[in-house]
């Protein structure tokens, strides 16, 4: 018991975090257990705690981490290449899971897949309503089923990559030590192939039976929520917690505002980036990917407008809609949502979409499009388990960035995702 306290207090100090391990199935043998390991680093764009916790994982023996954590998180891709290059391994096991976009090509070799948040599918939607005048304001909630979050494929990658401007791709090449794209997805199909196909098709029936709706993934969006599930010592038990928080949880709501989808659209739409920009390789890179195909699709002009501060988020929306020029406009990530609520209520006639944003008071000329992180958190903790199992391991771990509601639902869902794995373990392969 002292000796697990001493390795729970060196986590800590390591990652300067919360942090904790968490058995999801008792027993003895290595197949009957999964333990994860869990670290709120208190942020989202320091690499360094990201780095610092990740490697107290590692230490801890964790064989698969799914960093949360945003640029923080880019810390956790390079503690797992240096584990790596240290047991002089080009490839994994252990591997990193990355979040938002496909991350996959940012670390070959390290990154065995990417929980995707398709913020393209979003934006993409949201235009295409505007387009059509049948555009709604209030709540667009994007699951598996609905395409909005996924585990990256070599093709999402591919899109992903190629949506970065020549010069900038050239550049990455460069730096990851290859000659051309053909080297670069070689070596990320070599990385795939290093994961048996058997749990790739695990990875898959799970998410078919999430999306018949055959299986309900928990959605913790607090702390007594995610208490629970952390507590919870059967699959059993998180099922009926899922069932029991969606049954009392609101349903998203949408209105259709016939005043503004009655107005003369002037095929012109834009977007306002949050801090970071194109190339953030995240929602900003996404949000482009989106509204780039609206507009080869319907025939629009981009307007881009880059916000350098939160001070700019403001005066970007108003110049925007004082125009009266967009038939949408595009605000990224939650970190608009109060400029984006007040600018809304100025311009009543003028039509938003928020990525990530939530206010319940929002006017109804705001499309507020959000994640269900829980479901597609699920796959990525199914996937982790399974290789951890497949090699022997009983360790995975998560690092994440501030201890918000939101990655409550990441947490939870990769919680979910690594007690299925252990019972298909258990049922298939012993």
């Given at each position: 018991?002292?000796?697990?306290?001493?390795?729970?207090?060196?986590?800590?100090?390591?990652a300067l975090s919360?942090v904790?391990?968490?058995c999801?199935?008792?027993?003895?043998?290595?197949?009957?257990?999964?333990?994860?390991?869990y670290?709120?680093t208190?942020?989202?764009?320091?690499?360094?705690?990201?780095?610092?916790a990740?490697?107290?994982?590692?230490?801890?023996?964790a064989?698969?981490i799914?960093?949360?954590?945003?640029?923080?998180?880019?810390?956790?891709?390079?503690?797992?290449?240096?584990?790596l290059?240290?047991?002089?391994?080009?490839?994994g096991?252990?591997?990193?899971?990355?979040?938002?976009?496909?991350?996959?090509?940012i670390?070959?070799?390290?990154?065995?897949?990417?929980?995707?948040?398709?913020?393209?599918?979003?934006?993409?939607?949201?235009?295409?309503?505007a387009?059509?005048?049948q555009?709604?304001?209030?709540?667009?909630?994007l699951?598996l089923k609905?395409?909005g979050?996924k585990?990256?494929t070599?093709?999402?990658?591919e899109?992903?990559?190629?949506?970065?401007?020549?010069?900038?791709r050239?550049?990455?090449l460069?730096?990851?030590?290859f000659?051309n794209?053909?080297?670069l997805?070689?070596?990320?199909?070599?990385?795939?192939a290093?994961v048996?196909d058997w749990?790739?098709?695990?990875?898959?029936?799970?998410?078919?039976?999430?999306?018949?709706?055959?299986i309900?993934?928990?959605?913790?969006t607090?702390?007594?929520?995610?208490?629970a599930?952390?507590?919870?010592?059967?699959?059993d038990?998180?099922?009926?917690?899922?069932?029991?928080?969606?049954?009392?949880?609101?349903k998203?709501?949408?209105?259709?505002n016939?005043?503004i989808?009655?107005?003369?659209?002037?095929?012109?739409i834009a977007?306002?980036?949050?801090?970071?920009?194109?190339?953030?390789?995240?929602?900003?890179?996404?949000?482009?990917m989106?509204?780039?195909?609206?507009?080869?699709?319907f025939?629009?002009?981009?307007?881009?407008?880059?916000?350098?501060?939160?001070?700019?988020?403001?005066?970007?929306?108003?110049?925007?809609?004082?125009?009266?020029?967009?038939d949408?406009?595009?605000?990224?990530g939650?970190?608009?949502?109060k400029?984006?609520k007040?600018?809304?209520?100025?311009?009543?006639?003028?039509?938003?979409?928020?990525?990530?944003?939530y206010?319940p008071?929002?006017p109804h000329?705001?499309?507020m499009?959000?994640?269900?992180?829980n479901?597609?958190s699920?796959?990525?903790?199914a996937?982790?388990?399974?290789?951890?199992?497949?090699?022997?391991?009983?360790?995975?771990?998560?690092?994440?960035g501030?201890?918000?509601?939101?990655?409550?639902k990441?947490?939870g869902?990769?919680?979910?995702?690594?007690?299925?794995?252990?019972?298909?373990?258990?049922?298939?392969?012993?």
């Amino acid at each position: 018991m002292r000796k697990e306290s001493l390795a729970f207090l060196m986590i800590g100090l390591l990652a300067l975090s919360i942090v904790a391990s968490g058995c999801i199935s008792g027993g003895g043998t290595t197949s009957e257990k999964i333990n994860i390991l869990y670290t709120y680093t208190g942020s989202f764009s320091d690499p360094a705690k990201g780095k610092t916790a990740a490697q107290a994982q590692l230490q801890q023996g964790a064989w698969v981490i799914y960093q949360v954590a945003g640029g923080t998180g880019l810390g956790v891709f390079e503690a797992v290449g240096n584990y790596l290059k240290a047991n002089n391994k080009k490839m994994g096991p252990p591997f990193a899971i990355g979040v938002d976009s496909a991350q996959d090509w940012i670390k070959p070799g390290v990154i065995i897949a990417s929980m995707m948040k398709r913020v393209d599918v979003g934006v993409y939607n949201a235009v295409k309503q505007a387009e059509e005048n049948q555009f709604r304001g209030g709540v667009v909630e994007l699951g598996l089923k609905e395409g909005g979050v996924k585990l990256s494929t070599i093709k999402d990658v591919e899109d992903m990559f190629n949506s970065l401007p020549a010069d900038v791709r050239q550049k990455k090449l460069q730096e990851l030590g290859f000659q051309n794209e053909q080297q670069l997805f070689e070596t990320l199909n070599k990385t795939r192939a290093q994961v048996p196909d058997w749990i790739w098709k695990a990875v898959e029936q799970l998410q078919q039976d999430i999306i018949s709706g055959k299986i309900i993934i928990p959605k913790a969006t607090d702390k007594s929520q995610i208490e629970a599930l952390r507590k919870s010592t059967s699959l059993d038990q998180m099922e009926k917690l899922a069932k029991e928080w969606a049954a009392s949880a609101p349903k998203p709501e949408t209105y259709f505002n016939k005043t503004i989808n009655e107005r003369q659209n002037t095929k012109k739409i834009a977007i306002v980036y949050d801090i970071g920009g194109r190339g953030d390789l995240s929602f900003n890179d996404m949000a482009y990917m989106g509204a780039e195909r609206a507009a080869k699709d319907f025939g629009l002009q981009l307007t881009q407008l880059q916000s350098n501060s939160e001070n700019d988020y403001l005066p970007n929306l108003r110049t925007l809609a004082k125009s009266g020029q967009y038939d949408i406009i595009i605000a990224v990530g939650f970190m608009m949502t109060k400029a984006v609520k007040q600018v809304a209520a100025e311009y009543p006639k003028q039509r938003f979409v928020i990525i990530d944003g939530y206010d319940p008071k929002m006017p109804h000329n705001v499309q507020m499009v959000l994640f269900k992180e829980n479901e597609g958190s699920a796959l990525a903790g199914a996937l982790a388990t399974l290789i951890a199992l497949n090699d022997g391991k009983n360790t995975i771990g998560i690092v994440l960035g501030m201890e918000i509601p939101v990655l409550y639902k990441f947490e939870g869902g990769y919680r979910f995702g690594a007690d299925w794995a252990l019972n298909y373990y258990k049922q298939h392969k012993q």
